[in-house]
């Protein structure tokens, strides 16, 4: 399909354990974004690529949490040392314009992340 | 005080009825607001946008921005089963309009 893929879908891990999820956004946006949905909340922005231009990483809630663009295409988060609080889903957009114009954010289903 | 509010729900309404959703914020900077609309288990989708005041029209859709009471509404009307979902307000995070603040969202329920 031609939508942005993110894998894997649904990951339960243990307490501790570094956890990596994988973004493929649509062939041609340069803009990636990576957000949080805890149960009930709203969307909480991580960090943002544009191009070769350095991150905006902003929204990061600490520094477990990192996240690279290879090749201006493939995302990686990785998170490390896995809490309880880090479980939500983990959303992964991409666009060819600016998100707060007029561009439109084309988001995956996301990655379930359970920490027990 | 959160930049941008939004009443969870879930708001439950027979099908037919005529819908209200609200966000408030607290940035009078904003310009652009959108309204996303997501389903369950699916990532959220973009429904509308609008720049700065008034009123935009798509359809049974009705984006509606305040910027005197940094209010901002969608409206359904003929609301149907199948808008059951939630609905998020979002507005750019920053000046450089790169990425989104979203509200908590909505959650709708249209009953058959």
């Known amino acids: 399909g031609a939508g942005v893929s993110q894998s894997p879908s649904n990951k339960v891990t243990e307490k501790g354990k570094d956890v990596e999820l994988r973004c493929d956004p649509i062939s041609g946006h340069t803009a990636l974004y990576w957000y949080r949905q805890s149960l009930g909340q709203g969307l909480e922005f991580l960090i943002y690529?544009?191009?070769?231009?350095?991150?905006?990483k902003s929204g990061l809630p600490s520094d477990r949490f990192s996240a690279e663009r290879t090749g201006g295409s493939v995302s990686t988060l990785t998170i490390q040392r896995t809490q309880q609080e880090d479980s939500a889903v983990y959303l992964c957009?991409?666009?060819?314009?600016?998100?707060?114009?007029?561009?439109?954010?084309?988001f995956g289903e996301g990655s379930r992340l359970t920490v027990l | 005080q959160k930049e941008v509010e939004q009443d969870p729900g879930p708001l439950s309404v027979p099908e037919g009825a005529i819908v209200s959703l609200n966000c408030t914020y607290s940035?009078?900077?904003?310009?652009?607001f959108m309204w996303y609309r997501q389903y369950s288990r699916k990532g959220p989708e973009l429904l509308m946008y609008t720049y700065s005041s008034g009123n935009k029209e798509d359809g049974r859709f009705t984006a509606q921005v305040d910027k005197s009471s940094k209010y901002i509404s969608l409206f359904i009307r003929d609301s149907q089963p199948s808008d059951s979902a939630t609905y998020l307000c979002?507005?750019?995070?920053?000046?450089?309009?790169?990425?989104?603040?979203f509200g908590s969202g909505t959650r709708l329920q249209v009953q058959p």
């Open positions: 690529f544009q191009g070769n231009s350095a991150p905006d």
């Open positions: 940035n009078s900077a904003f310009q652009y």
């Open positions: 979002a507005m750019p995070r920053d000046t450089g309009r790169r990425a989104l603040t």
């Open positions: 957009a991409s666009s060819w314009r600016l998100a707060g114009g007029t561009g439109e954010l084309f």
